[in-house]
C-alpha cells in the first residue's frame, strides 16, 4: 500500500522569507512517480512537478525548488523569498507502477502575509 | 490549447434532485479521473474512466453516482437524489496515457445541496 504524508496542516510566513513543505511518503514499489499540485484560493489545482524514483536530481524552478532523497523517503518543497501570491494549499502525491490512481497528502495550507 | 473544462462551476440542488457534472478533457487525453474535495479536506478518488469504458469506480458510493465516458462527448459524473453530505467540490482531471501520466485538473465543480 501507499501513503503519503504532509504533516503541517498549516505554515504561515511574512512574504520573502523562504518555507519548505514537507512530503513523507511510503511504497514497496521501485518504481513510482511524485508529483506537486497547488490549489490557490480559487480553487483550481495546478500542477507544478512530476518527479520519477529514479531521477533524483533536485529541481529548480525560478523561486520553486524540489528536494528529492530515496534515503528518507522526503519530497521536499522549497518557496524562496515567499509572496503573498504563493499563499495556497499544496498537495503532494505518489503514484507507483502498480496502482491506477494516484495517493493523494492531505495538504498543506501555506499562509503568505505581507 | 484549452485545458480541462468542467461546467457548470457552480451547482445548487435541493434534497432528492439529480446533479450532472461534465467534465472535457485537455485535447489529446483519453484518460478521465474524478475527485471529490469536502471542505478543509484532502482529494478523494472516486472513478478513473477511459473512453467508453469504466477502469475504476473504486472510491464512487455505491449507490446514487454513476459516471461515463462517451465515444463523443464530455465525462459526466452523475448524482441522483442528492443530499447534503454530497455537497463538496467536484474535481476532473484528464492525462494522456493512464499510467502515471501526470494529471492536468478542471477548475472543479462546486455542488451545494439545499
Known amino acids: 500500500a501507499q501513503k503519503v504524508t504532509q504533516a503541517q496542516t498549516e505554515i504561515s510566513v511574512v512574504e520573502k522569507e523562504d518555507v519548505t513543505l514537507d512530503c513523507v511518503y511510503e511504497t514497496r514499489d521501485t518504481t513510482y512517480y511524485l508529483f506537486w499540485y497547488k490549489q490557490p484560493p480559487s480553487g483550481e489545482l495546478v500542477f507544478l512537478i512530476r518527479r520519477n524514483s529514479f531521477d533524483e536530481q533536485n529541481e529548480i524552478s525560478g523561486r520553486y525548488s524540489w528536494n528529492f532523497q530515496k534515503s528518507t523517503s522526503s519530497f521536499n518543497f522549497t518557496i524562496t523569498a515567499s509572496q503573498v501570491v504563493d499563499s495556497a494549499v499544496y498537495f503532494c502525491?505518489?503514484?507507483?507502477?502498480?496502482?491506477?490512481?494516484?495517493?493523494f497528502g492531505r495538504g498543506t495550507s501555506l499562509i503568505v502575509h505581507p | 490549447n484549452a485545458g480541462v473544462m468542467q461546467n457548470p462551476r457552480h451547482l445548487v440542488r435541493r434534497r432528492g434532485q439529480e446533479a450532472r457534472l461534465r467534465c472535457s478533457p485537455m485535447?489529446?487525453?483519453?484518460?478521465v479521473y474524478w475527485y471529490r474535495q469536502l471542505p478543509e479536506e484532502g482529494l478523494k478518488f472516486m472513478v478513473y474512466l477511459q473512453k467508453e469504458n469504466i477502469i475504476d469506480e473504486s472510491g464512487m458510493p455505491k449507490e446514487r453516482f454513476s459516471a461515463e465516458f462517451p465515444k463523443e462527448g464530455p465525462s459526466i459524473l452523475r448524482i441522483q437524489q442528492v443530499v447534503r453530505g454530497d455537497s463538496a467540490a467536484y474535481f476532473c482531471a484528464s492525462s494522456y496515457t493512464g499510467s502515471a501520466d501526470t494529471q492536468y485538473f478542471g477548475p472543479g465543480t462546486r455542488l451545494t445541496v439545499l
Open positions: 502525491a505518489l503514484w507507483t507502477g502498480g496502482s491506477y490512481i494516484p495517493t
Open positions: 485535447k489529446g487525453h483519453s484518460h
